[in-house]
């Protein structure tokens, strides 16, 4: 992982000796998966600097030997979940032998991340977090080309497809796929439907299919 | 809800609702079990109020299609004005059971699931479709849309302008419901 280091070392003879070592125990990863689990189990409000250290038993300037604000500790949790995602939709849509059946299980799959991470999906798609401005790639691009590159490959497979935009067809697809996370992380719709969650994802896949 | 629309969903905590009340925490519980308490009767009441301000516009409507334009409009351009609301509206984090919000979100799907299956049952939409599937369809397309809208990182789906956004997404909308022209390609 590449991020953004502050200061690195305390000025020698500030820091105990144990100290030291607990302090060089912790290292970047471990500040954004707390992070992470803190945004995953309370929302992006409780991510705090005061609140990363005290579960990780530090003082709240350590997370400032890694990170030079907030700001960048956030972009690297915000890019982590789309690297996430990324890795999951190619490893799906690979499992699957890509096609049809792989964009189909892929679009399951996406689902199925935002229900099982709703923290933090919730915040990769409601945050300005800009990894870029860190130094960063963008996964967040990164994981929206490769639905588009889905969805263009499904089409070029359909005949009579090529009269619409593959581009359009890729945003609505993904609004139908984050309309659907979205609900479906709430609970409401299977509350209204008495459909439960992987039958309601196969019936709106089967939709999203059927369209493009 | 007016901290909620200033400062978004996080800042709804007892310390931040006291300050904002000038009163204790404490004050709070005297009104609420919980947090979760108070958060579903604002959410309940969010509820209430977009199922009036959406649904009362498309009852006015002449047709079906009619009415389904507006709702949609209307459904985005809440988002468009109250981006916080609506943030809080989709993802309001409850945890325990609430039927009286459960009821009002139920009700909101409902109406959306008749004004389609009365579109069919009047010839103005599809006669094989299915009014649940396309409720949802519709809600998905609303949330989604509305979502990217009001976005700081848009430009990750789509680079439209937000009119174009929505006009867009509304015809893909009504293009699952209306009935296909004859020759339509889809058709043969």
């Not at chain 1, 912790?26 to 707390?34: I, K, S």
């Not at chain 1, 700001?71 to 939709?89: I, R």
């Not at chain 2, 609303?142 to 937000?162: D, N």
Request: aromatic share 8%.
């Amino acid at each position: 992982m590449s991020v953004h280091t502050g200061p690195h070392e305390a000025p020698a003879g500030v820091a105990t000796l144990n100290e030291h070592r607990r302090r060089s125990r912790h290292c970047a990863e471990d500040f954004v998966t707390h992070a992470t689990c803190i945004c995953e189990r309370e929302g992006v409000g409780a991510v705090t600097a005061r609140r990363i250290a005290k579960e990780m038993g530090l003082s709240a300037m350590a997370l400032y030997r890694h990170f030079s604000s907030m700001e960048n500790l956030l972009a690297v949790v915000w890019n982590e979940g789309f690297a996430q995602l990324l890795a999951v939709m190619n490893v799906t849509s690979e499992s699957q032998g890509g096609g049809l059946e792989g964009f189909r299980a892929t679009l399951r799959a996406y689902v199925r991340f935002g229900i099982e991470n709703p923290g933090l999906y919730q915040f990769m798609f409601t945050a300005g977090a800009r990894p870029e401005d860190f130094g960063l790639e963008n996964y967040g691009l990164d994981a929206m080309q490769r639905l588009r590159e889905m969805v263009a490959v499904v089409r070029r497979s359909e005949e009579g497809a090529a009269e619409r935009s593959s581009e359009m067809d890729a945003v609505f697809v993904w609004f139908l796929l984050h309309g659907l996370t979205t609900v479906a992380i709430s609970g409401q719709a299977q509350k209204v439907s008495g459909l439960d969650v992987d039958e309601l994802i196969d019936r709106t896949t089967q939709r999203i299919l059927d369209a493009i | 809800m007016t901290l909620c629309e200033r400062e978004g969903p996080e800042a709804l905590t007892a310390r931040r609702l006291a300050q904002e009340t000038r009163r204790s925490p404490m004050a709070l519980y005297r009104h609420f079990e919980s947090m979760d308490g108070l958060i579903a009767a604002a959410w309940g009441e969010l509820h209430r109020r977009v199922n009036h301000r959406v649904w009362s516009a498309a009852e006015q409507a002449e047709s079906p299609t009619e009415a389904f334009r507006i709702l949609f409009r209307e459904f985005v351009h809440f988002a468009l004005r109250h981006p916080h609301l609506f943030r809080f509206l989709i993802t309001a984090p409850l945890r325990g059971h609430h039927p009286d919000v459960d009821r009002e979100q139920a009700e909101g799907f409902r109406r959306l699931r008749d004004l389609i299956q009365r579109g069919v049952r009047l010839g103005a939409f599809r006669p094989d479709l299915d009014p649940r599937d396309e409720a949802f369809r519709a809600l998905f397309l609303m949330i989604g849309s509305a979502t990217l809208m009001i976005s700081p990182r848009r430009e990750l789906v789509a680079r439209c302008r937000t009119d174009v956004i929505l006009e867009a997404t509304l015809q893909e909308a009504l293009a699952g419901l209306l009935p296909r022209p004859v020759g339509d390609p889809v058709l043969s």
